[in-house]
């Protein structure tokens, strides 16, 4: 009798012909490449190295295109955009030691945003692992451990014939909810080494899906449904899940009103009338969802930014979605239910009853209007113009990348995503930088749009060097480069807290001149005419540089104790 369990796919002739005559001249890189291609990616970013070489040999054997950054941690931030932006898990090829090191900071805030990103490294020789210390460039005694407290999976490779499975193993983990980088590492030997192991070609590594639990979707569902005031926050759990017709079809069933975090922006619509935009940095907007009784928290961790920097008490029962199991009930007591936030969504909407409340968009109104005011009180009409001038000269559809830098900060409360995926910021793990090389990889993977990176000028120089990639590859990313010449943000905090800054300021570079010795179009502009500015550079074909020098001020903050809403 035969079972399910015994059928096997049988090779057919041609296949097995194949595979008892692969190609000569392939190597331990081969199968790397063989594997990422088997897997379904297209494009790899990374950075060449001695103990690389195989990999990197092995690319021009195959069908992958190679977007090549000039520094790893932004090839790093490269993948984490592209990751973003398709879905996929984006390959990142890196050396030993200084290359695999350099790429940390990148690989932290993939971690911290969920981005796909299947970062590759080598090692050194097989006979150097083991934490001896054998003196190979680039040793450390065991690499793995630097990466282990920042991705979600490692994965070591000491022969050719475990190539394939590690990577499939890190290639599902990337994609298995929540999203997140992971690390493979094989030893240069094993990746020069002639192989005669046959083409790879049949890889599955197709990611599981999290599913809710029926029983706690049920309990969830029969709160929000007898709810008289319940409110929804919306995190980078709905976007990363594709969840943004969900959330708005419950929302509208409920009558509740919904925040997005900074990692959601676009999951609901900026003008709908139960939408409560941003404005999560602000105590009129923290004393609304307090006062909800039944709040539901949808793929996020209510961490320190979408908390009103840990003010924030819900004073009614707490629902949270969210499908990284250590945020879980992490910062409030809640019905947790550990899922996927378009498949628990799913599962609500088939529990829920429709809630009648009139009242709902009334509250909306009021509440945004006294963020309104608290604003319009403070006197930052220039701030408020460069964003409406951004938001104007931005394309349709076209994605935004932003670095840590105060219009950033601006944009993360005040800034009209338009649409889900659009609008993307180094906010998981707040480091420098992150802004134009995420745009790059952004623009590697639909070249179709133009792309959007903003930057301080302190910011900038951290990635000055990938104006050469922006050229190489002819990608259409206008940088808009805000110079104030100095760590804006950093200055105002010291200013606030000692009553002077120190270590904040920067000799000041010409941007327009660097970019133009780059082969990249530059243009001065003013706040007066950065919309025109903006939306010609948009539009020209190719890498473009708009720097608008300028000082801005943040609006007041709530949290602090001394601090009023009004």
Do not use: C
């Amino acid at each position: 009798m035969t079972h399910d369990h015994d059928l096997v796919l049988r090779p057919t002739e041609a296949q097995t012909a194949a595979a008892l005559n692969p190609p000569a001249g392939r190597n331990g890189g081969d199968l790397v490449v063989e594997t990422l291609a088997g897997l379904g990616a297209t494009t790899v970013f990374g950075l060449p190295g001695q103990h690389a070489l195989g990999m990197f040999d092995a690319l021009r054997r195959s069908s992958l295109r190679y977007v090549g950054l000039r520094v790893e941690n932004n090839a790093g931030f490269a993948a984490d955009a592209y990751g973003r932006i398709t879905g996929e898990a984006a390959p990142l090829l890196l050396s030993t030691g200084p290359g695999a090191l350099t790429s940390l900071a990148a690989l932290h805030e993939a971690a911290a945003a969920s981005a796909p990103v299947l970062a590759i490294s080598s090692q050194v020789p097989t006979a150097g692992l083991g934490g001896g210390r054998h003196g190979y460039l680039h040793e450390l005694p065991d690499q793995a451990a630097s990466f282990r407290g920042v991705v979600k999976s490692v994965h070591t490779v000491r022969t050719q014939s475990q190539i394939p499975s590690a990577i499939a193993a890190a290639w599902k983990s990337a994609l298995t909810a929540p999203h997140g980088p992971v690390w493979v590492e094989i030893p240069q030997d094993v990746l020069l080494a002639e192989t005669s192991l046959p083409v790879v070609t049949a890889v599955d590594a197709t990611p599981e899906e999290l599913a809710p639990r029926p029983e706690l979707t049920a309990v969830a569902g029969d709160l929000l449904s007898r709810a008289t005031r319940p409110a929804i926050i919306a995190g980078g759990g709905v976007v990363r899940s594709d969840a943004a017709g969900k959330l708005r079809q419950l929302a509208e069933t409920l009558n509740a009103p919904v925040v997005t975090t900074y990692g959601g922006k676009g999951a609901f619509p900026w003008h709908h009338p139960l939408s409560l935009q941003s404005w999560l940095e602000d105590r009129h907007t923290t004393d609304f969802l307090e006062d909800a009784d039944v709040l539901l928290v949808v793929g996020s961790g209510l961490g320190e930014l979408s908390s009103n920097y840990h003010t924030f008490r819900p004073r009614g029962r707490v629902v949270q979605i969210e499908a990284d199991l250590g945020k879980l009930e992490s910062n409030h007591p809640a019905l947790g239910i550990h899922a996927d936030a378009r498949l628990a969504l799913q599962a609500l909407l088939e529990t829920v009853v429709p809630r009648p409340d009139a009242t709902a968009p009334d509250r909306v109104r009021a509440l945004l209007d006294r963020v309104a005011a608290r604003i319009t009180a403070q006197e930052l009409t220039l701030e408020q113009d460069v964003l409406a001038s951004v938001r104007q000269a931005l394309p349709a559809g076209s994605p935004s990348f932003w670095d840590m830098t105060i219009l950033a900060y601006w944009a993360w409360s005040a800034f009209d995503a338009e649409a889900p995926n659009l609008m993307h910021s180094a906010q998981g793990a707040g480091g420098l930088g992150y802004g134009f090389p995420a745009a790059l990889g952004a623009a590697a993977a639909d070249p179709s749009r133009p792309v959007l990176a903003v930057s301080g000028d302190g910011g900038a120089l951290y990635s000055i060097a990938e104006l050469a990639t922006a050229r190489q590859y002819d990608l259409p990313v206008t940088w808009l480069i805000v110079d104030d010449g100095g760590y804006g943000i950093l200055r105002e905090y010291m200013t606030d807290a000692f009553g002077e800054p120190t270590a904040t300021e920067l000799t000041r570079p010409d941007y327009v001149a660097l970019a133009e010795s780059f082969g990249v179009p530059g243009v001065r502009t003013t706040p007066e005419t950065l919309a025109a500015d903006l939306a010609k550079a948009l539009a020209a074909p190719g890498p473009s540089v708009v720097v608008l020098p300028a000082l801005l001020r943040m609006f007041a903050p709530t949290h602090l104790g001394d601090q009023q809403a009004d």
